[in-house]
C-alpha cells in the first residue's frame, strides 16, 4: 500500500505553525466496506482552520488528527461581511440573483472592484468609508437581512442598522478565530434590546446541521455554475504542499485574498 502524509495536532494553539506537524504514515489504511480511498490534489483554506487547531470543536488527549469529520426572498436589502471569500462570493451572487439590492464591506479597493464585478450595488472599503455611517446616511430604513461572518465591530455596524423585522445569520466569528482575545460580553444587552425593538431576529448557521438538504441545493449550486449564473472565484496566489498552509492562512487572516484560497498536493 502507498503512504500518505497528514496534519497533526500536537499543541492547542490558533497558531497553525506552532500547533502542527506533518507526518508521514508508512502504510494507506484499506478502506472498510462501503468506504472510499480518496486522493486529494488540492486543499481548501478556511478561517476556521484555527479553531481546529484551538480545539474550538472539542478537546481530546493530543495529539490528534486534524479535520472534521433560509428561505429566498427578493428585492430586500442585504449586507453581507466578508463578501469577496469563499463564502461570501457565493452568497452575494444568490442574493442578485434573487433580485435582492446587496452592500458589501470589504477591506480594500481591489475587492471593491471585484465585487463590483459581481454586481454588489454598494460596495464599501471599510478602512477608507466609516461603515456605520454609510449604512445610516444611505439606508435610513435598515438592512433586511445580513450574513455575517466576522463579529467585532462588522457585527455592531449590521447591529445598529438592522431594519424593523430584519434577520442576522451569524455563519462565523472570523475577528475573534486568530489570536488570544475573546468576544465581548459587555455587549450582550445592548444587543438583546436592539434585537427587541426592531422585532429582528438573530440566527447562527452550521452546515452539520443541514445533512438533508445539503444534495439538493449543492446539485443547484453546480447548475448556476454550469449556466453560467454564478462565478467560483479562487485566489491567484499559488501555494503547493502541506508546508505552505501556515502561509496560505496568514494570507487569509492579513484579508489580502480574493475569492477562495487553495493548495496544490
Do not use: W
Amino acid at each position: 500500500m502507498p503512504s500518505y502524509r497528514r496534519i497533526q495536532v500536537d499543541t492547542y494553539s490558533t497558531d497553525f505553525r506552532k500547533a502542527t506537524e506533518i507526518v508521514e504514515e508508512p502504510e494507506l489504511p484499506s478502506p472498510a466496506p462501503r468506504n472510499v480511498v480518496v486522493k486529494n490534489h488540492y486543499l481548501g483554506i478556511n478561517a476556521t482552520d484555527v479553531n481546529i487547531t484551538n480545539g474550538g470543536y472539542g478537546r481530546t488527549t493530543l495529539p490528534v488528527k486534524c479535520g472534521l469529520e433560509a428561505g429566498e426572498q427578493q428585492r430586500q436589502t442585504l449586507a453581507t461581511n466578508p463578501p469577496a471569500g469563499a463564502t461570501g462570493q457565493f452568497v452575494v451572487q444568490l442574493a442578485k440573483l434573487a433580485g435582492n439590492h446587496v452592500i458589501g464591506a470589504c477591506s480594500s479597493d481591489e475587492k471593491v472592484e471585484y465585487l463590483k464585478s459581481l454586481g454588489v450595488d454598494r460596495p464599501i472599503n471599510y478602512k477608507k468609508e466609516d461603515l456605520n455611517a454609510v449604512l445610516k446616511a444611505e439606508y435610513p430604513n435598515g438592512i433586511d437581512l445580513a450574513f455575517e461572518g466576522v463579529g467585532g465591530e462588522l457585527f455592531k455596524s449590521v447591529l445598529d442598522n438592522i431594519a424593523v423585522f430584519g434577520r442576522i445569520i451569524v455563519f462565523g466569528n472570523v475577528s475573534h478565530y486568530h489570536g488570544d482575545s475573546g468576544p465581548e460580553p459587555q455587549y450582550g444587552y445592548v444587543q438583546n434590546r436592539k434585537m427587541q425593538l426592531q422585532s429582528a431576529s438573530l440566527r447562527g448557521f452550521q452546515r452539520c446541521h443541514y445533512p438533508k438538504d445539503e444534495p439538493v441545493h449543492l446539485q443547484r449550486l453546480q447548475k448556476l455554475v454550469q449556466e453560467g449564473k454564478l462565478k467560483a472565484t479562487l485566489d491567484p496566489t499559488e501555494y503547493h504542499g502541506f508546508e505552505s498552509i501556515p502561509d496560505a492562512l496568514d494570507r487569509l487572516y492579513a484579508q489580502k485574498n480574493i475569492g477562495k484560497l487553495i493548495i496544490r498536493l
